[in-house]
């Protein structure tokens, strides 16, 4: 029997379960190009109840617990003596969420000599130190397209608040009880007619292209892999060489691409320096693609007039983490990907690849990022390894 260990984030304050909003969420069965959305045997929970926190347990508990394994769910995950930690060393299998990521660094890696199978409920499988785990023979799997469109309807409501400065006319009506019509719009615009961008064209970023469509931009992306003509045309493309072409002809950029040494540290001051005074950056990738203080310094200096995403390094960050208190921000934490509709999706698909593995029946290729002693899958398609 296997022991399997899910690093979930806390419980709201207010308690398990919360008062849902809505009482059921829209049935969607297969995501743009045909890939069908997840299709476990059963699940055992409905479909829009908050599953991702430590008492939802991903709704796994009764299909382990039924096989005869064992679940450990804990949200205890940093510092010495973290229950992560103390768990590992006998885990098969561990599974976090990108939100709440069990960063499963080479020493932890080393000190889980069963561990064979690591499952990202979400996508971006970065928490994951993927030599090492190429290293160990272990298979690192992610639900691919669970949640790429609710960050894609994240990722235009930034770039929309950013431009149209939402968040300082919000605060000015509500916890200022002000009526300030120019100092709300003083630095208000529309996108319409602007440049917007998109770093990585892959399954998010190719839907922020279709999403921003109907805006009247004009779009522009650059892919290491470039898309067909005739989506090119479709949606009225420019492709870029790189990635500083692209930064430098747009006034808003979206950044879509996995963590890996070539967008490791992207989005330092040179690349920043070089896109227009007063552009806006979109990031919910993943933090470590762009210099954390040379954002803080872009936007002091004018030279970003905007930064919005929700990805940060470390997560949680620290309650002095400089992106909590710099100009012009409309942050989040790491939610985009967690929406209640997402997680009745990435908690099916979690679901699915366990009941691959306990099977012994392949695991979908667009699952995979490691496997067989080497990138696999999507992971071949959209990760590097360096060395
Ligand atoms: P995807 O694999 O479909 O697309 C990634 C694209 O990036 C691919 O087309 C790939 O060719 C391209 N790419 C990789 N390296 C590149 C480089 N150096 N230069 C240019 N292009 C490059 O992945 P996706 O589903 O679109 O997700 C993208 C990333 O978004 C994930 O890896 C993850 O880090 C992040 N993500 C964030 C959230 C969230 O909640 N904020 C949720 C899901 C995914």
């Known amino acids: 029997m296997a022991k399997i260990l899910a690093v979930l984030y806390p419980d709201p304050v207010g308690g398990y379960p919360p008062d849902y909003a809505r009482d059921a969420i829209p049935s969607i069965t297969g995501y743009p190009g045909g890939q069908t959305t997840p299709t476990p045997r059963a699940i055992d929970f409905t479909p829009g109840r908050l599953l991702g926190c430590v008492s939802g ?10 096989r ?3 679940y450990v ?38 000190a889980a000599p069963r561990l064979k199978l690591a499952i990202t409920a979400g996508i971006g499988s970065d928490h994951v130190d993927l030599p090492s785990a190429i290293g160990h023979g272990m298979t690192v799997a992610e639900v691919t397209y669970s949640n790429s469109i609710s960050v894609s309807e994240h990722a235009v409501m930034q770039i929309l608040t950013l431009v ?11 916890a200022k009880k002000g009526w300030n019509i120019a100092d709300s719009v003083s630095r208000s615009y529309d996108i319409e007619g602007m440049d917007i961008g998109v770093l990585g064209s892959g399954r998010i970023g190719k839907a922020v292209l279709r999403r921003l469509k109907p805006f009247d931009v004009r ?20 492709w870029h060489p790189d990635a500083r072409s692209l930064a430098s002809a747009v006034d808003v950029l979206s ?32 933090a470590l693609i762009v210099d954390r203080d040379a954002v803080v310094r872009a936007l002091d200096s004018g030279q970003l007039a905007g930064y919005a995403g929700d990805v940060w390094y470390p997560q949680p960050p620290p309650s002095d983490h400089p992106w909590r208190t710099m100009p012009h921000e409309a942050m989040t934490p790491h939610v985009s990907g967690s929406t209640l509709s997402a997680q009745a999706r990435y908690a099916a698909g979690t679901r699915e690849i366990l009941e691959c593995w306990f099977d012994g029946r392949p695991i979908r290729p667009e699952y995979l990022i490691v496997d067989g002693g080497g990138l696999a899958g999507t992971g071949a398609r959209s990760y590097t390894v360096a060395g």
């Open 57 to 66: 347990e991903l709704g796994l508990r009764r299909f382990l617990e039924d």
């Open 68 to 70: 005869g394994d064992t």
């Open 73 to 110: 769910v804990t949200s205890d995950k940093e510092g010495p003596g973290s229950t992560l930690d103390h768990e590992l060393p006998d885990a098969d299998v561990v599974i976090s969420q990108p939100f709440w990521p069990a960063y499963l660094t080479p020493e932890r890696i080393a």
């Open 164 to 174: 149209h400065d939402y968040m300082p006319a919000h605060e000015w009506v509500t």
């Open 219 to 238: 779009l522009h992306y650059h892919d290491v892999h470039r898309l067909p003509e005739e989506v090119e045309e479709e949606l009225g493309l420019t």
């Open 255 to 286: 950044i879509h691409t996995p963590l890996h040494p070539q967008t490791m540290n992207l989005f330092d001051d040179d690349m920043i320096g070089a896109m227009k005074r007063g552009s806006y950056i979109v990031n919910t990738a993943r």
